[in-house]
Nanobody
């Protein structure tokens, strides 16, 4: 079992930056591929980015490429999402997720067994 706790959300103006963190405890974090998803009001949860157990392999949805950077620190059991050049359409609740095993190319939420409670990101225009 893996417990995930997100932090770092908040209110920011268009063009601003935020860094989300996800602290993991329990089962081995370093052997779990991790991801960020987001859900805006009235919309389905969507994939944002993922990173494999080895930090060299990551994947992004097209709308955030070049603006968001996913990273992980296995020594600290922590996942990060650096979000730059934020836009109003990035407003959502952001969730950290983990899966049993490696693989960064899983973009469906069904592949992820562990979820955090979410952190709200609001981008004002």
């Amino acid at each position: 079992q893996v417990q995930l706790v997100e932090s770092g959300g908040g209110l920011v103006q268009t063009g601003g930056s935020l860094r989300l963190s996800c602290a993991a405890s329990g089962r081995s974090f370093s052997s779990s591929a991790m991801a960020w998803f987001r859900q805006a009001p009235g919309k389905e949860r969507e994939f944002v980015s993922s990173i494999d157990v080895n930090v060299g392999s990551s994947f992004y949805t097209q709308s955030v490429k070049g603006r968001f950077t996913i990273s992980r620190d296995n020594a600290k059991n922590t996942l990060y999402l650096q979000m730059d050049y934020l836009r109003p359409e990035d407003t959502a609740t952001y969730y950290c997720a983990g899966r049993n095993g490696p693989g960064a190319l899983y973009t469906s939420a069904n592949w992820y067994a562990y979820w955090g409670q979410g952190t709200q990101v609001t981008v004002s225009s």
